[in-house]
Nanobody, 129 residues
Framework: QIRLMQSGGGSAQAGGSLTLACAVS?????????LTWYRQAPGKEREFVGR???????SYADSVKGRFTVSQGNGKTTVYLQMNSLKPEDTAMYYC??????????????????????WGQGTQVTVST
């Protein structure tokens, strides 16, 4: 299995910054994955925020480009979401999730017999005016 433990989050004023962390613990041979950040606000559908792929390449939703940064720690077991220039619209529950690699550089994913979709427990981000 893959276990994801989230930390960080909390409250910030508009224009401020917060950093989320997602620590990944592996007990599976299916250890290559993308890690994606999602968020969901009350009454709204869950939306994609950003991703770091199996090769360490980040990508972002248009709504957060230039403000949010997805990165890996040196040991590649923790993924961070650095959120700058926060807006009230960023208020949501934030989740990290491992997923099957999306890179088109590979043909072997998803591997039959591997389960990729594991979720962190979520952490609340609240941005006030």
């Amino acid at each position: 299995q893959i276990r994801l433990m989230q930390s960080g989050g909390g409250s910030a004023q508009a224009g401020g910054s917060l950093t989320l962390a997602c620590a990944v613990s592996l007990s599976t041979g299916c250890g290559r994955y993308d890690l994606t950040w999602y968020r969901q606000a009350p009454g709204k559908e869950r939306e994609f925020v950003g991703r770091i792929d199996v090769d360490g390449r980040p990508s972002y939703a248009d709504s957060v480009k230039g403000r949010f940064t997805v990165s890996q720690g040196n040991g590649k077991t923790t993924v961070y979401l650095q959120m700058n220039s926060l807006k009230p619209e960023d208020t949501a529950m934030y989740y990290c999730k491992t997923e099957a690699p999306t890179s088109q550089d590979y043909e072997e994913f998803p591997i039959v017999g591997c389960e990729y979709d594991y979720w962190g427990q979520g952490t609340q981000v609240t941005v006030s005016t």
